[in-house]
């Protein structure tokens, strides 16, 4: 879980300044890591035909994701770096459920679900952090 500090210092708030800025344009690409929660949540039940829409909206975000990371540096790295570790959660997660959708029997050991139950926490406790974050800056 994230914690937030508050530097009392000129040189910390400029840099919380800087972080909150960051988490506020990286709110859309948040967003998107929270629709991968509720496509990979769906995706657990059963993965038919019809949910290659799900999977190629699954790809597309974090493809998104990652290109917005890529091109937008978080001014703190480990949170960059956290939320870096997230998409490649969902990567991850996207060619676990294609291996599934191929081979129902064998392609799942059973730890598929917990992937998504984690990446769901993570999901939800960077969301926390970044209302968190803002929520401290109108203080």
Same mark, same amino acid.
């Given at each position: 879980?994230? $914690?937030?500090?508050?530097?009392?210092?000129?040189?910390?708030?400029?840099?919380? /300044? !800087?972080?909150?800025?960051?988490? =506020?344009?990286?709110?859309?690409?948040?967003?998107?890591?929270? $629709? *991968?929660?509720?496509?990979?949540?769906?995706? !657990?039940?059963?993965?038919?035909?019809?949910?290659?829409?799900?999977?190629?909206?699954?790809?597309?975000?974090?493809?998104?994701?990652?290109?917005?990371?890529?091109?937008? %540096? *978080? %001014?703190? %790295?480990?949170?960059?770096?956290?939320?870096?570790?997230?998409?490649?959660? #969902?990567? +991850?997660?996207?060619?676990? #459920?294609?291996?599934? /959708?191929?081979?129902?029997?064998?392609? +799942?050991?059973?730890? !598929?679900?917990?992937?998504?139950?984690?990446? *769901?926490?993570? $999901?939800?406790?960077?969301?926390?952090?970044?209302?968190?974050?803002?929520?401290? =800056?109108?203080?």
């Amino acid at each position: 879980m994230y $914690v937030a500090t508050v530097s009392t210092d000129a040189g910390g708030r400029a840099k919380r /300044r !800087l972080l909150l800025n960051w988490f =506020s344009e990286a709110s859309e690409t948040i967003a998107d890591l929270g $629709v *991968c929660s509720v496509i990979a949540k769906s995706l !657990l039940t059963e993965i038919t035909e019809s949910d290659l829409t799900a999977l190629r909206t699954l790809d597309t975000l974090t493809r998104d994701a990652d290109l917005w990371l890529l091109t937008h %540096p *978080c %001014p703190e %790295p480990k949170h960059g770096e956290h939320v870096a570790s997230i998409v490649a959660i #969902f990567v +991850d997660l996207g060619s676990l #459920f294609e291996g599934v /959708r191929r081979d129902p029997a064998g392609a +799942d050991d059973g730890k !598929l679900s917990m992937k998504v139950k984690d990446a *769901c926490h993570l $999901v939800t406790a960077l969301q926390v952090f970044a209302a968190g974050l803002e929520e401290a =800056s109108d203080d």
